[in-house]
């Protein structure tokens, strides 16, 4: 055959996919999918989460090697500071064979107030998926509105997603499936606070929070959980919150962008500290998290925090095995 006919064959191989899949917009198109909420995912997509974090973290601990994300690049947008979710995002994406690239918005035209939109279309055209850590929940819908790629949230003033399913990851291995169980939530009715009344709408654990007057969670993310799970409540009472619990959450005081008002937080949440007392009257085989960074002597005390009962280092590990899991399904499309 002249030389020509194959060039030729190998030009319509090419052209219909034979070795390249779709063209690379309709691979993108039909790879969207975010996570900014846990309110937008259903509980088949929560079960699908933890059942890969788990199958990945079992062959991680075998050393097996996974890579399904060769080739891909991940865009870490970070506007506040991160130890945890930053550098297990960046291991996630590197044992998936992926490749993150951090971004520090200040260094960016995003400093200087190119539009997000603008930002978010250009990174589409040279990212597959992007974490982004900000202060307004309206900007990183803004910018997944614009976005070609998956957008997952990695800390929001109003939610923390991610956190929270690789939390309720670690609640599955010490407690079992988290339907039927008790949980408490003591402090700040805070971002993590609301990622967990999302995800208790959708599970239908029962969450009770215990919140100083005025730092109750918002009213509009409390009422929609409410119309799918109704054991979800709110009080002031520590110890009533605590009482019969068998996961007893919490997180600091003043969170980030909140450090002028640490002085008068510490006053109005003293309280509302996880200590042993509040131990007493939660189930004897409670267990206890935080998803750090803790202040012991503050909103939990040293003994509990570095006591038998505490699961934060489990919770810190499972951050990576539990982004592995979103990478994984979110870039490879297998969320429908
Ligand atoms: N738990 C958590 O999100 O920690 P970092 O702020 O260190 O990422
Ligand atoms: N509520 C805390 C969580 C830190 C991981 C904050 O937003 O600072």
């Excluded at 009080?235 to 005081?253: H, K, M, S, Y």
């Amino acid at each position: 055959m002249p030389i020509f006919k194959i060039g030729e064959l190998l030009y319509f191989a090419i052209e219909i996919g034979l070795f390249t899949g779709p063209s690379l917009n309709e691979r993108k198109f039909k790879l969207k999918k975010d996570i900014l909420t846990l309110s937008e995912l259903e509980s088949s997509d929560f079960t699908l989460l933890f059942d890969r974090a788990a199958a990945l973290k079992a062959r991680y601990k075998k050393g097996i090697s996974d890579r399904p994300l060769s080739g891909k690049s991940v865009g870490l947008i970070f506007d506040k500071p991160s130890t945890r979710t930053r550098i297990s995002f960046e291991a996630a994406a590197i044992q998936l064979g992926a490749t993150p690239i951090f971004i520090s918005s200040g260094d960016t035209q995003m400093a200087r107030n190119e539009p997000i939109e603008d930002t978010a279309r250009v990174l589409s055209r040279y990212l597959d998926g992007i974490a982004f850590r900000t202060f307004s929940q309206d900007l990183i819908e803004q910018f997944a509105a614009s976005s070609d790629i998956p957008v997952i949230n990695a800390l929001t003033d109003k939610y923390h997603p991610c956190q929270i399913l690789s939390d309720l990851l670690t609640v599955i291995e010490h407690k079992g499936p988290c339907q039927g169980l008790n949980v408490a939530w003591i402090g700040d009715g805070n971002n993590m606070a609301h990622s967990w009344i999302n995800a208790a709408a959708a599970l239908g654990f029962t969450l009770s929070l215990a919140c100083p007057k005025g730092y109750a969670p918002d009213k509009g993310v409390l009422a929609k959980a409410l119309e799918k799970n109704s054991a979800i409540s709110v009080t002031t009472d520590p110890l009533e919150a605590a009482r019969n619990a068998d996961v007893i959450n919490t997180d600091v005081w003043a969170s980030m962008g909140q450090e002028e008002e640490q002085a008068q937080r510490q006053k109005v949440f003293a309280a509302y500290q996880v200590n042993s007392l509040l131990l007493d009257v939660a189930d004897k085989d409670a267990i206890v998290m935080h998803c750090l960074p803790a202040h012991r002597g503050e909103e939990i005390t040293a003994d509990v925090l570095d006591g038998p009962r505490s699961v934060v280092w489990d919770q810190a590990e499972n951050k990576m095995h539990m982004h592995r899991a979103i990478l994984d399904i979110l870039l490879s499309g297998k969320m429908a």
